[in-house]
Nanobody
Framework: QLQASGGGLVQAGGSLRVSCALSGGPFSKYAMSWFRQAPGKEREFVAAISWTGMTIFYEDSVTGRFFISRDNAKSTVDLEMNSLKPEDTAVYFC?????????????????????WGQGTLVTVSS
């Protein structure tokens, strides 16, 4: 199971970190990603990190502002979000991927993922 935490309310320009913990499985088996879903919109890819942490992908609008990291010893993946904008307001979901889809475009496909966390709300006020 995946458990996300760390969401909240922050002013535009501020920073926030969301975290996700995996329980009951070998964390290092999974590539990990963050997606987000804004009100009335479809869920979209944000960032992904490979099993070893050596390869990372970001969605264009967050590149340079968001940073994904993982700690395999703690079975956690974090998303550090800086210079937040009101358009970053969304429910953020973590997801685990074990299949052969860790490439730049396939990693963005929701159906490729094995597990999803419950989501954590991030609200950025203007």
């Amino acid at each position: 199971q995946l458990q996300a935490s760390g969401g909240g309310l922050v002013q535009a320009g501020g920073s926030l970190r969301v975290s996700c913990a995996l329980s009951g499985g070998p964390f290092s088996k999974y590539a990990m990603s963050w997606f987000r879903q804004a009100p009335g919109k479809e869920r979209e890819f944000v960032a992904a990190i490979s099993w070893t942490g050596m390869t990372i992908f970001y969605e264009d609008s967050v590149t340079g502002r968001f940073f994904i990291s993982r700690d395999n010893a703690k079975s956690t993946v974090d998303l550090e979000m800086n210079s937040l904008k009101p358009e970053d307001t969304a429910v953020y979901f973590c997801a685990a991927l074990s299949g052969p889809f860790f490439r730049e475009e396939p990693v963005k496909v929701l159906a490729h993922y094995d597990y999803w966390g419950q989501g954590t709300l991030v609200t950025v006020s203007s």
